[in-house]
């Protein structure tokens, strides 16, 4: 069975040669795909066997969230709302969640992910990377992994996210524990791994020995970086040659330099700086002197509670520097670098179907109507969409 997506009014397909500009929009376009593949792109009106008619929407690719914490009981409110009232974020509320999820059981953090699933449904994206990391201890982070690497191919360990109450004055016998055992028991879930390099969690040696191990055990590698202040992290990520160095708020010319000399992606999380008042990240400075760069949502239930990926590009747009066009690359072309993917955040024959259709005209609404539910219908995904009611 066929379907014609048809009178689409803009297309973003992401292939210059499809259309105009870097991001290849075709105007009065329909898509045909086939089950789950996409079959043509072309001028509205296509043939089918079934016809889905988007009214003269705009239809993006499915966005790529590639930074993600979605596997947590609890939340954290209160802290956001203490926060909010001048308390500063240092990452010491880690603890707190992994407190609550050590002790959820696996069925509650089954349900409690499939609901945000749905959500990150919801919001247009359809290939979502999701980080262990509230479990901190051999067993946890197993269990962590197994419900991430059930719920997408893209799973990562992050037992480096913080040191545990337990381990308090004893970094090194930790991060050995992170190399050692418990590294084995998540690896064959996982794809990547990721260390949380910042003053307060891991320095530049115990982040170094945890993505040597990483890769010794044929792991990709991410780093989270540059959060909080200036740091060792992003130098570090690309001497590693870390697929992605994610936050980057704070970035030296030093860093910019290495960054743009080399294949490492950075990944801007706006949403975390919103939600700890944070400055944004200057993404023209690092566009324009070459970097690669993404835009994740880091859904946290810290420093980021949300899938929105949306709300990231009006940020963008609005306090980051970027135009409408690099955003929207940010999260679809630059999340799928960011996972060293080429099939998804495109919108091309024998591709995924993976689409986002919103609910206006052009892509120019996502940063002009911020706040507003823009996502109309997504199409496709390669996680589990969860069963409905969720
Ligand atoms: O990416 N920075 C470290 N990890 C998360 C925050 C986790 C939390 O506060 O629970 C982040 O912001």
Redesign the pocket.
Known sequence: MTLVIDNISELVTNDPALGDGPLGVVTKASVVIDGDTVVAVGPAGAVADDRLDTGGRCVLPGFVDS?T?LV?AGD?AEEFTRRMAGEP?D?G??R??TEATRTAGRAALRSALDQRLAEVHRAGTTTVEVKT??GLSVDSEAELASLAAEATPEATF?GA??LPSEYQRRADEYVELVCGPMLDAVRSDVRWIDV?C?TG?FDADQSRAVLTAGRAAGLGLRL?AN??GHGPGVQLGVEMGCASV??CTYLSDDDIEALAASETVATF?PA?DFS?RQPYPDARRAIDAGVRVAMAS?C?????YTTSLSFCIAMAVRDMGMTIDEAIAAVTTGGAAALGRSDVGRVMADGPAHLTILDAPSRHHLAYRPGVPLIWRTLGADYRLPPAGH
């Open positions: 930074h914490h947590f954290r974020y990452g509320g880690i707190v969640t990391g509230y992050l996210h913080l949380f910042e969690a989270h959060q909080l994610d936050h999380l975390t700890t880091n946290n239930p810290g420093s980021s």
